[in-house]
């Protein structure tokens, strides 16, 4: 996948759910990951030319594992221009070796993002951007249909009342092959999850899933995420029309 195509679904993703005002504050959330370093690219460059203009920063929370780096991270975003903030935590320490968590993930997500809300708040901003992926939105679903009984997955937008954040998540149009074709394309500086249950997950279970209904039946991804974005899930934004964005401009 090219930059180009990248900003389009990106700008789709950000016009149809209204998540950048003029003046906005944005928090991108760094992990490591490719799916963090792809919207960092998106959101650095949706900023050159979109109508409402948007402050950027990058922030990091550093779970406390030995030989996580952020060196070549830094360099990127000096090279993209967008300030970068490593917040150090415990998080790890935490979870395997105090409490000695043999299902750590549910815990390690909100130790995480409470810690990142916590960081980008002290900085000033109102947004924070989260990097998941279309892919993401579908796992997801299947994950409450299985473990929770109910038809649901997260929202493109959503405001944190306890924090005054605003949560978007810009790449919700982005399948993850597409990303994996832009990681290799443009070298992001990918750090490896240092965490010893990642691939173990439940998240796993439910793409690898997907990935076989996907054989079995082609298109079936697709078809589930039109039913997420058509099933009138609670807590979810308006979607605007076409019209309706070009209206808004």
Known sequence: MKLQQLLSFTRKAVDEYQMIETGDKIAVGISGGKDSLTLLYALSGLRRFYPKPFELTAVTVDLGYEKFHTEKIDALCRELGVPYHVIKTDIAHILFEERKESNPCSLCAKMRKGALNEAVKKLGYNKVAYAHHKDDIVETMILSL???????????????????????????????????????KYDLPVEKSRCPVDGLTKRQYAKELIHQLELDHPGAKQRMFTAILNGRIEGWPVRLTREEVKSSS
């Open 146 to 184: 299985i473990f929770e009984g109910r038809f649901h997955s997260f929202s493109p937008k959503s405001y944190l009342d306890r924090m005054g954040l605003t949560v978007i998540r810009p790449m919700m149009f982005v399948n993850e092959a597409d990303v994996i074709g832009f990681q290799r």
